[in-house]
């Protein structure tokens, strides 16, 4: 009777990744399945390290920056926004507001455009296709715009030390305005395909759940915490940048399942356009950049400056030893420390779950890996 | 590289062109100079005085905490190593300040000092909205205790600090490389690590390439 036959289920370790479309970039996860159920799952990263602190020890303040847009290569200027304010504290160089309002601006407008595409990836990913050619429209309406002002679409190298190197060209506000009109239509439209659509909710509603607390002990930040309803988002914990001149909600959720984590982010899309509004709005004149000395040498001291990326808590903890160039620059990766939760959240689920949860983390392994 | 940088610090102060060219020029250099004295000399650490969590830790750990600072407004715990894990336990769990969030862990190296490693942890309390640092000196040789058991983000983060500064922790569960590959040698953030050093042998091994760039 309990001779072994070849219907006994026996545990099966597979590879997914590191060649694989849905994760995102090259993460390869162990998987243990007992059949279709994963018993346990151990990511390897690493694939695409390529040391950016340690360059970063080589170069000078200003020559660092570049470096930042390609560890998140979809938020790039939220990238540089961090380390561009944590070096401005250092130096305690003021910017102008002008600068300033910009600056938020177009962080903003890379939230969405980040939102857009994981919307875009996480949707083709479960298996809805149009949701992806969607996004993708209005994503290149931003990335246009980013091309305008930065002359990059991609890695922008956004702002300088003390200010922007451009002010905004001819023509832009009128193009911001007009994609920020059109924007809530298009969010209405990407919610008519999902919000309701009974394939979307079967695969995402009780799936990937963690507590509020297990989150708080995983570190987790950004849309996956709020997802489980704490209401942490560093714009307004601690504000930075001139955040705390804007009004916005953060929108926190209540099942913490991945569903909620899809409502949140879109909730984040509207609450970002209405923080561009209020910038072009009220955009001040004047100049664009202050006062910044010929060598950027901060004098001996440290600074932990944190922003509100679209993926979570990004920190750069800059140590300056007195000299030219940073003694050292600790990247704080949120996505490195969110995918750490991977593990305990696709425990019991199916293989295909594991797409929607890594999905649902909203992974760069640019960022993971640095 | 620091050493290069100097000579051109002093140029902005220095008026010794103005000074050559000439005797009729030299009565305009003169307002310049007179505004000298509010130097910009940058922000400086500050000790912190009137603290109330210093000062509630050195009545907790009075051999442990070594010094409270601030440095733009950011505070500063110091303590030794050997109290980490209690002041971190009373710290997550004491109702008056409940850093319950490990913000980030990471490590600096001092080369050349007798306790080279300064490990420095970021903690932060959603109920009171605090971020606060916390930094032990560790030698190489000595075990740095593991935070696993407190948060669990601190796996990931000690398996990092390990890959890149060979800093190994007591008590972690699963302490091996994360991001380079297990078999490499040398730990790359450390300071006696040049950026051009590489693995050669492992590169020679494993990307197929006879010839490694010196």
Redesign the interface.
Known sequence: MDEPTILDAQELEINMGPQHPATHGVLRIKLKLDGERVLDADCVIGYLHRGVEKISENRTYTKCLPYYDRTDYIAAVSNALGYVLGVEKLMEIEVPERAVYIRVMMTEFNRIASHLLWLATHALDIGALTVFLYCFREREEILKLFENLFGARLTTHAFRIGGLWMDLPPGFQEAARRFIDDFPVKVDEYEQLLTNNRIWIDRTKGIGVISGDEAIDFGLSGPPLRGSGVPYDVRRARPYGGYDQFEFDVPVGENCDTYDRYLIRLEEMRQSRRIIQQTLDRLPGGPIRGKVPRIIKPAVGEYYSAIEGPRGELGYYIVSDGSAVPFRVRIRPPTFINLQALKRMVKGHLVADVIAIIGTLDVVLGEIDR | ??EE?KP??PA?EGSAIPAGSGEAKEAKPKPPAAKKPPV??????EELTDDPLLKDLRQRFPSGVLSGQS??G?P?YTITLDVLPDVMLYLRDSDEWAF?????L?C??YIGDERRFCM?Y?L?S?KT?R?I?IKARAAVDEMVPSMTSL???A???ER?AYD?FGVEFSGHPDLR?????DDWLGY??RKD?D?KLQDQAWIRNHLRIRKVPE
Do not use: A
């Open positions: 590289m620091s940088n051109g610090q902005p910009k000399k940058g922000p400086s650490y440095f733009l950011q500063i319950n969030y490990l913000v980030d990471t600096l190296d420095v970021h932060y959603h909205g971020l640092r948060w669990r983000t796996d990931w983060l990092e890149m490389r994360i991001l380079l590959p790359p953030l690590y950026i």
